[in-house]
């Protein structure tokens, strides 16, 4: 008996994970079914990624000459400083400026792409 109540925990647990990986699958295709979430989720992925580089860039040009040998070494001496945060510094605005241009931006390139199937569709 105690074997059988093993088995049937097994089965309930895969049909748990089976049914939160089918949950997640559906977040993913329904945030792709609206764009302007997606434009806005584009926009924090691309802000996460280049708010870095962008703050490293505007300190080594803000920089007196020969403060830093490079980029990276600017990079390093901000992580020395500020630690992995400074690296973020000003992410709020650079975000506020993102987010609204890729929701924009897609909002409008999806809006193009229905007049232009519906264009096509017309035959003309």
Do not use: H
């Amino acid at each position: 008996m105690p074997q059988r109540q093993a088995v049937l925990a097994r089965r309930k647990a895969d049909r748990v994970r089976a049914d939160r990986a089918a949950g997640a699958a559906a977040a993913v295709v329904a945030v792709a079914r609206r764009p302007g979430r997606a434009a806005l989720a584009a926009g924090l992925a691309t802000a996460v990624a280049t708010s870095p580089l962008d703050v490293v860039k505007t300190r080594f040009m803000c920089a007196a000459p020969g403060t830093y040998a490079g980029p990276l070494a600017c990079a390093a001496a901000v992580v020395r400083a500020d630690g992995p945060r400074g690296l973020f510094r000003g992410f709020l605005p650079y975000y506020m400026q993102i987010g609204p241009w890729s929701l924009v931006m897609f909002l409008a390139y999806e809006a193009i792409g229905k007049l232009a199937r519906r264009f096509d569709d017309d035959g003309g």
